[in-house]
DNA sequence: CTCTTGTATCGACGGGTGTCGATCTAATCT
DNA sequence: AGATTAGATCGACACCCGTCGATACAAGAG
C-alpha cells in the first residue's frame, strides 16, 4: 500500500523509541489569544443572533428591538451586546433615550472573516 | 425633524412612541446552535494553537507531540483534544500504544469555514 | 421639578470550564 | 507473569458565564 519510494518518510512508527515528530511553529501567543476571544464572543446562541439581525440590518438596530426579539430579560440582553462590544464586533451610540448597536465598520479583518460564517 | 415625503421611512425617530422596527427573521434555532458550539469549541488559546498545529501537519500528530510543545498537563491536552473531537474537528485512532489525531476529513463546510480564520 | 421610561450596572445563583493530581486501562517490553 | 508506559478518565478546585431581579442613571414628558 504505502511506499513507492523514499517520499514519505515516516510511517507510523512501531514503538521505536518516540514517536514524537516536530510540529508546526505555534502561532503567536498574541494572535492565538486574539483568535480565541473573538471566537469566545461567538461562541453563544444569543450573540450569534444578534450578529445575524446585525449583518441584515441597514441601519443601527435599537436596544429595544433586540429587547423584542428574544425572550431574555433586558439586562442579559445589555449583557450581551456588552460583550459583542468588548470583542471589537460592534459600536453603539445614544440618541435620545435609546442606544443603537451597528457591525463596527472599522472592525479586524480577521472579525470581519469569522463573521462572514454567519449568513 | 423628521420628514420630507415618504421616502426614508425612519430616520432615528424623536421619541415618538416607540423605537422599534422590524428585525431580521432569526436564524434557526440549531443553526445558532452549531454555530455557538462551533465557535465555542475554538474559544481557547490551546485548541486554537492544537488545531494550526494539525493544518500545517502532513501527517496525523501524536498525542506526545501535543503534551511536548504545550506547557500544560498530560490530562489537560486530553481534555482539550477530546473537546475538539466532540466538536467533530478532529478524528483520532490508536496505534500501538499511541494516539493520533488529524483534522477531521468529513468536517462541516461550516466548520472548514471557521478553520480557515486560523492560519 | 417630578414622573416615567430606556439602558446600564450590580449582586447573586447555578452551571460550565480549564487545570491539576491521582487513578485506570491497555499495549508493550523484559 | 510483572514492570513500564501512553493515554483516558475521575474528582476536586478556582474561576468564568448566562441569567435574573433590583437598582442606578439619564433623558424626556408633563
Given amino acids: 500500500m504505502t511506499t513507492a519510494i523514499p517520499l514519505v518518510q515516516l510511517e507510523v512508527p512501531e514503538r521505536t523509541k518516540g514517536c514524537c515528530q516536530a510540529v508546526a511553529e505555534p502561532l503567536a501567543e498574541e494572535r492565538a489569544a486574539e483568535l480565541a476571544s473573538l471566537y469566545k464572543a461567538l461562541g453563544d446562541p444569543t450573540r450569534v443572533q444578534m450578529i445575524h439581525i446585525l449583518a441584515a440590518a441597514s441601519e443601527p438596530v435599537c436596544v429595544c428591538d433586540f429587547t423584542a426579539a428574544f425572550d431574555l430579560g433586558q439586562p442579559t440582553i445589555s449583557h450581551h ?24 465598520p472599522g472592525m479586524s479583518e480577521t472579525s470581519r472573516g469569522a463573521l462572514q460564517l454567519i449568513a
Same sequence: chains 1, 2.
Fill in 81 to 104: 451586546l456588552a460583550r459583542l462590544r468588548e470583542a471589537g464586533l460592534v459600536t453603539s451610540f445614544k440618541r435620545g433615550v435609546w442606544a443603537f448597536y451597528q457591525l463596527n
